[in-house]
C-alpha cells in the first residue's frame, strides 16, 4: 500500500513531514504551497471543507488547478453525502478533460462514498483502475473510542471494507484511514490510503510505532518519551512511513 500523509496545515507541519523523510502527500488547493520537497504529491478537492461549511464546489476552477501541477493523481471533484452530484462532477470532469486534452495530463480518480448504492461504486470500477473510498473518517475514529457500542460499529466497518479489499485487491484508496488497526488489516490489501494520523502525535499525547509488526498507538508517557509536540509527531510519521514501506 502507497500511504500519503495528508492534512497539512502549516509551513511547520510540511517541516515535520520532512524532517520524518516522507516522500508521499495528500494535499488540497488551498495547501499547494506547502508541497515543495516532497517527491510524490496528490491533489485533493478539499470536498470535506466544503461539506462542514455548506461551500458547493468550483468544479471548472478545481479541475484548471489539477491540470496545473505535476500530481501523482488528483481526486475527483467528489460532493460528501450525494452520491448522484458527485457521479454528475466525475462525469463533467472527464467531459471536460477530452475536450480540452488529446491526452488528459493528470490521473484522476473517481470516489465512493462508504454507505451510497453499489451502482455508483460498480460503475467506478469499470472505468477506473483505482477507485477512492470516502465517508470513513468518523467511522474509523469510533474505532478509537471507549465506548463499545462505537468501537462495535467500526470494527463492523473494517470487517465489510476488507471484505470489498480482498474483493477487489490493489483496487481502491481508502481516505481518511486514521485507525491503526485499519491500516494493520488493509496495507496488503488496498492500493494506497492517506491519513492526518502522524498529527495524534500533537493531538493526543501518542506515539504511533511499530510492535510485533503492528502499527500502534501509545500515550508517550508510558513509553518514557519525553519530547515536545513535534518531537511526538516526527516520531509518529516516522514510524508510519517504514511501516508502510514494508512489504
Not at 496545515?9 to 516532497?38: C, Y
Not at 504529491?41 to 484548471?64: C, K, P, Q
Not at 506515539?207 to 501509545?218: A, D, E, M, Q, V
Request: charged share 20%; glycine share 6%.
Amino acid at each position: 500500500m502507497f500511504f500519503y500523509f495528508s492534512g497539512l496545515s502549516s509551513t511547520n507541519d510540511a517541516l515535520m513531514l520532512r524532517q520524518a523523510d516522507v516522500q508521499r502527500v495528500l494535499v488540497n488547493p488551498t495547501k499547494i504551497h506547502l508541497v515543495q520537497g516532497f517527491q510524490r504529491v496528490a491533489l485533493d478537492s478539499n470536498a470535506y471543507n466544503h461539506f462542514r461549511h455548506g461551500i458547493t464546489l468550483d468544479v471548472m476552477h478545481y479541475l484548471e488547478v489539477a491540470v496545473s501541477g505535476n500530481y501523482v493523481w488528483v481526486s475527483a471533484p467528489d460532493v460528501i453525502g450525494d452520491p448522484e452530484a458527485t457521479y454528475q462532477n466525475w462525469m463533467a470532469a472527464r467531459q471536460w478533460l477530452q475536450q480540452n486534452f488529446r491526452k488528459p495530463p493528470v490521473k484522476m480518480i473517481p470516489i465512493w462514498g462508504w454507505g451510497t448504492p453499489k451502482k455508483y461504486l460498480d460503475y467506478y470500477l469499470q472505468c477506473s483502475k483505482i477507485v477512492g473510498i470516502g465517508g470513513l473518517v468518523m467511522l474509523m475514529r469510533q474505532g478509537k473510542s471507549e465506548d463499545l457500542e462505537e468501537k462495535a460499529i467500526a470494527y463492523q466497518m473494517l470487517r465489510q471494507l476488507k471484505t470489498l479489499c480482498q474483493q477487489y485487491p490493489q483496487r481502491f484508496h481508502i481516505y481518511g484511514c486514521n485507525w491503526t488497526v485499519a491500516l494493520n488489516h488493509l496495507r496488503y490489501l488496498a492500493y494506497s490510503a492517506d491519513s492526518s494520523l502522524a498529527w495524534d502525535g500533537a493531538r493526543y499525547g501518542l506515539i504511533i510505532h511499530i510492535r510485533n509488526g503492528k502499527l500502534i498507538r501509545t500515550p508517550a508517557w508510558k513509553l518514557g518519551f519525553e519530547g515536545h509536540r513535534e518531537a511526538r509527531c516526527i516520531v509518529c510519521a516516522r514510524s508510519i512511513r517504514r511501516f508502510m514501506a514494508q512489504r
